[in-house]
């Protein structure tokens, strides 16, 4: 037994031994990140069923997997945050603090202000300095901008390249680890130690990656990117990146590198881009700075660039260009290009009925549904029933039962939809009766009432189920809008800086005489207009009908006629005769008794139709109140105006000599004369030109005496012929400051004369209103209706077209300015005096604002795959505004999420050091029973060494 | 159980006095500078507000100075209006002082009306630094050029009123007109010294509010100045005696206004003038005699007429018919067509008289001629003497007919004249002060417009400070009492750290 316990109590001393030193270990290791308490577990030895000592295992640590893979994951998130928070903090820092007003926003308001301050001043030189200094302040910011977004993307580049080359020496590291591990594992060694190593380049491999790892059998840890890439197990798989140097039109894929996992893809043709993956990591921030929100950004400043200085340019003063001194070509849309170019894989029939015969008549199985998906808007179902194809068709219509009358049909639902646009969805048929679909969207054809195969044999299939569905390409094949990376090229225009004067003068060359040097007019359609809402005023009459091109229906109708509107005349006699009374006892009455014979008082009036007088006399004389030849004959006011009404209604068929043409009132175009009283006075209102006679070539026969006319307040000057010259309708229109120019509508008028009139043509003739253009413009009520004949006019501000809408806007594009117009309408009135101004444009208020060229929201940068997050702006101040709104709540969203991250990853970094890190004191605590154990045991040799001397001091 | 890992604790102490310090340095830089945060991005949800708000304050700064320099433009103007004013009430001042004495002192007018005229003509062309005040948007022009050229229209125009070839009226007419198609004889605005671009030149406007443009124009070429000028003009050129203070009667018309000439016609023409004796053809054949007549402004003008329509078919008028009245009505249709009366109210009237001979009035100098150099197709010889009209009743065919003083010229008749034309300037001066004042009152207007919206502006900015304020300031109060606890807070972690460290095991067990 003493033996056996020498030898318990010897494996007592080495198990302490052990003990103290991985106690030892512990302590010394308790401040090292990443280190794991290690344990020495130990066993009890048994022989025969009796306890022969202790024995020690291999030192082992205690690691909570699940919680370290959830640490894992928290770094990599905790780093792409990271990473993303310290770049738009620069961005943060490029603005400035808010009160320092540094920020390109901030200078595009000082722009405006220096504006502000020269309209009250136009020709101060100082202001107009200040003012391009103010540009030029605003232009610098923005180029900074622009520039700043570049560096960042390289920058972001430069980081991934560093990333990349990092994650492979960590790889390599974690592969070797494993190899270690998984020998010693073999060799039943402890791996404790290189499992912390290996948890070590881990955790840093997550802050490049997000990753996902599983232990294998023999202690290999295999690790993932997120998205099940393998990156290591004994082996290192390489990442690949090459890095570029970038512009503001490069992006990836097209010009920028992808990060591969395998190597070289052009070596490993197994290499797998992550790219687009959700990586995750300092990289995947790096990544989604370099494709997404810095392009974004860039984006931002770029449409506020082109926007703002295509908004200067048009209202007439180029302030902001290129090096060059010019815009972006504005007319690159990239709505443009249809996303979808569908050709039906077969021609349509002839006759759609005969080749199925299943089709026709009213029922469901003539539906087909498209339906159209818009970002937005949702799926728009445009239904088209091919029973209402006419088979045969009438004359002219072009509902055929082929591939036009289809196109048609499927066209005519788009015009009467409001959801989409034709624009955006276009149906059409070549040369081979094939049907061709272009659209900007995904859609669907849906086929599944009609009969079966049916839309295969109309060739919208190319298989038989009825059904097809397009879907959008990747890219969308759309061409980059022409003003990428223009914000770095923004600057003031060169010609300004020369020329100073030109921000009050304007940069475009006036039809009419240059500004003068105190006016604001450009200013303040600057002001207004530049940084407004809208970009002009237009105004569009009512509708005309004008012989139309397609069809050419009879002639024009005069422009009076077709708007019922005459020449006006309103003549009031300035003697109140109702204070006269008896017009023939009245002391002051020249009239003779008219017992004595006729007294003709003769009104002339000219047709201006027919050019020709026609005369209407009035025998005083008969205002005898015998009821003859009208009731109310009353030698008075009342009298007077019952017999000249009399005698205008019974100017037919009694012409005077020599004959007149023939009249009738109202004439055929609708014009009349009657008389009336106001407060006493006579009142002659007509539409004509309008004479009063009694003396004179055109005198009546048996005319009234001398100053009759005079007597009743019908002429001035006695000389008993007064004329009175009908004034024609007319309005006034204006634009900007100018003063208002009159506008009149001739009796012999046509559209086109109004249109002559209402535009300056200095090089011809002075006639026109300055700084106004007009035109004739068809009726938007069936654009495809080639009957439809009715056209309008419309008004702008602005000076003269260039025949081209280059833009795509609509419009001509013009080569003038914006503005305001206002029109002031003429004294058009009804019988009841009441104002008919809608008569000339439609409406009292017809003035409507036109708004700008809208910033654009999406199909943004160079894979128009960029929106910019801004969108329902209209102003440019607001848009600058909203600009630096968007990246710092980009910011803020960063950076609270990074705080909320990194309190999550501490919470579980504190967890996972709790159960697995060294607490000192423990160990401590744990040293003193292994010292007591390491007495206990050597106490024990001890007294087994004093019993075995006590027993050979016996013996002996 | 789960364990405490000595590094851990350690780790977490330390973020926590690390987050405590950012605290405590963030709270001591918004207590030194004010301001919550140094970036936008500190701003929070207040972004947008904040820059809109401090883009309306120097909006509405711009907005205040163009006020104060507006206001200052306006005073410079009204300033100028009244003294305009006061030179244009000094003389007509002096004009009723001397009406209403009775005797007129030219010599004083004159001077008044001098001294006048140059004082109006120099506060048009008052200036605002380089701007001129009444040149509308032209305002690097001068808007008032003293050329001589007024002085040298208003002297040949009273030239012709004093020789008796522009009545009083017509000199009038042309005084008050600006535009040659309207009277030959205008004064236009290039003779008083305007400026060429002054009449294209727009208005100028105070910018006091993103949507307000108050207008301040007064140009000086607008009609009250216009008139004031050529009224001062006149009256500072009025014909005075050599040596003396009154007025120079010789070099006055007389009534201009009384000549006008009647001619009578010597034969009784009877039921038919193509009757008879006759020399003259009977219709259709034309039978022309023309009408030459001398207007003062217009120069030698003409109108013919047919005798060959005298045919009583009504055509070309009613009562064409081969007599006396015929003939009047003939004479009296073309002189109608040839646009007579004409603008000065002088005319060619024809009638019959109680007597039924043919009668002629003319207010101008006329000549009758139907001679083979006169009309297209003149009468036959012998026409005019048989109509009577013809004074020697011979060969050639012609007559001529002068208007005639219709009394002796009087000193009446000649103070009547130039009282006519002072007061008439009196008159137009009286007027041009309507006008001045009323251009007065709508600066005054204006400035009352301009100081209302100063007032505004000044709430405006109190509001938009408070918003801006109230979005990036600090509250001092709160800041310093968080402040003061994160002190507390970090003093306390100082001090539990320290005893953590002290309480280690290994301090217990080597005491």
Partial sequence: MGLAGLDQALSGVRVAQQQLSVLSNNIANAQVEGFTRKILPQSTLTLNGQGAGVLSDTIIRKVDTNLQLDLFRQTSIEAFLTTKADSLDRIQQFHGPPDGEANFAALLGKVRDSFTALDNDPGDPLLINEAINSAERFAGRVREFGDLMQELRNDAENDIASGVNRVNQILEQIADLNGQISFNIAADNSVAQLEDQRDQAITELSEFLEITSFRRGDGVLVVQTSEGQQLADENPTEVFFRQSNLGPSTFYPDSINGIFVGGNPAQNSGAFDITQTDIGGSIGALVELRDDVLPRFQAQIDELAANVADRFDRQGLRLFTNEAGSLPDFSTNPDNTPDINYTSPAAVPANIFTAIPALGGSGASNIINFNVTQPGIGTTTLQIDLGALQDPPAPGDPRTPDAQGIAFLINEQIQLNDNISAENFQVSTNGTGQLTINSDFAFTIDGTALPATALNQLGLEADTNNTESFALPFFGGDTAVDYIGFAQEFQVNPAVVNDPNLIQRGTITREDGPVQPGSNEVIRRILQFTFGDTEFQQATTRSFTQPNPFTGTAPEALLQDQLGLFASNRIEGTVDLETVGNLFSSPDSPLNDPALGPQNIRIRVTDPTTNAPFDIDVNLSELDNDGVPVAGDTPDINGLVNLINNAIDNATGTPPTPPPPSVSLPTPEGRDIFATQSGGNLVIQSNFDVEFVTAGPNAPANPAPATTLQFLGLDDDGDNISSFEATQPFFEVAVGDNDPTRVTIDDDDLLADLVDKLNLDPGSDTQGVPDLLAEIVRDPVDPLNPNDDQVSIRIRPGQVTTGVDQNGDGFDDVAGFGGEIRIIGGPFQDTTGNPILESVFGSEDPVTNVEHRAFRFQDLGPEVGINSGIDGVETILSYAQNAINNQSSESIVTQSSLEDESTFKQTLLRQFQDESGVNIDEELSNLILVQTAFSASARAVSAIDELFEELLNAIA | ?511
């Fill in chain 2, 1 to 511: 159980m789960v364990g405490v890992s000595t590094l851990g604790t350690f780790q977490a102490q330390g973020i926590r006095i690390n987050n405590l310090q950012t605290q405590l340095d963030r709270l001591s830089n918004q207590l030194s500078t004010g301001k919550l945060a140094t970036d936008f991005a500190g701003l929070g949800n207040d972004v947008i507000r904040s820059q809109r708000a401090r883009a309306d304050l120097q909006e509405l700064s711009i907005f205040q100075r163009n006020v104060d320099l507006g206001t200052l433009r306006l005073n410079l103007q009204t300033n100028a209006l009244d003294n305009i004013e006061r030179q244009a009430e000094i003389a007509v001042d002096a004009i009723n002082l001397e009406v209403k004495q009775g005797q007129i002192d030219l010599a004083r007018i004159r001077d008044v009306a001098d001294t006048g005229l140059g004082i109006v003509k120099d506060l048009l062309n008052e200036r605002d630094a380089e701007n001129f005040l009444f040149a509308g948007s032209d305002v690097l022009t001068q808007p008032l050029n003293d050329t001589g050229t007024l002085e040298t229209a208003v002297q040949n125009l009273l030239n012709d009123w004093q020789n008796e070839v522009l009545t009083t009226n017509e000199l009038l007419s042309a005084l008050r007109t600006r535009d040659p198609a309207d009277n030959p004889l205008a004064v236009t605005d290039s003779q008083i010294g305007y400026a060429p671009s002054l009449n294209e030149a727009k208005g100028q406007s105070i910018r006091a509010d993103s949507n307000i443009e108050v207008d301040t124009t007064v140009k000086a070429d607008e009609v009250q100045f216009r008139n004031l000028l050529v009224s001062l003009e006149v009256l500072r050129q009025l014909p005075q005696e050599a040596n003396g203070t009154g007025i120079d009667f010789a070099n006055v018309p007389d009534a201009i206004e009384d000549t006008a000439v009647t001619v009578t016609s010597t034969q009784d023409l009877g039921a038919d003038i193509f009757a008879g004796a006759s020399p003259i053809a009977a219709p259709p054949t034309a039978q022309e005699i023309q009408f030459i007549y001398e207007d003062p402004v217009a120069g030698p003008q003409a109108f013919t007429i047919d005798l060959g329509v005298l045919d009583g078919d009504g055509v070309p008028f009613a009562g064409d018919n081969p007599d006396a009245t015929g003939i009047a009505n003939l004479i009296n249709f073309e002189a109608a067509n040839a646009g007579l009366p004409n603008a000065d109210g002088r005319d060619i009237v024809a009638s019959v008289n109680a007597d039924g001979r043919l009668e002629i009035t003319s207010d101008f100098d006329f000549t009758i001629d139907s001679t083979s150099t006169g009309p297209t197709n003149p009468a036959n010889a012998g026409t005019l003497a048989f109509l009577g009209l013809d004074q020697d009743g011979g060969f050639p065919d012609i007559a001529a007919f002068e208007t005639t003083t219709g009394d002796e010229t009087t000193t009446n008749d000649e103070q009547n004249e130039i009282f006519s034309l002072i007061e008439a300037m009196a008159r137009d001066i009286q007027s041009s002060l309507k006008g001045i004042s009323r251009s007065r009152l709508n600066l005054q207007d204006a400035l009352a417009t301009v100081d209302r919206i100063g007032q505004d502006i000044a709430g405006e900015r109190t509001t938009l400070q408070n918003l801006v304020s109230t979005v990036e300031d600090i509250d001092i109060n709160q800041t310093a009492v968080e402040l003061q606890q994160v002190q507390f807070q970090l003093q306390a972690s100082f001090q539990i750290t320290d005893s953590v460290s002290r309480l280690s095991l290994t301090n217990f067990l080597s005491l």
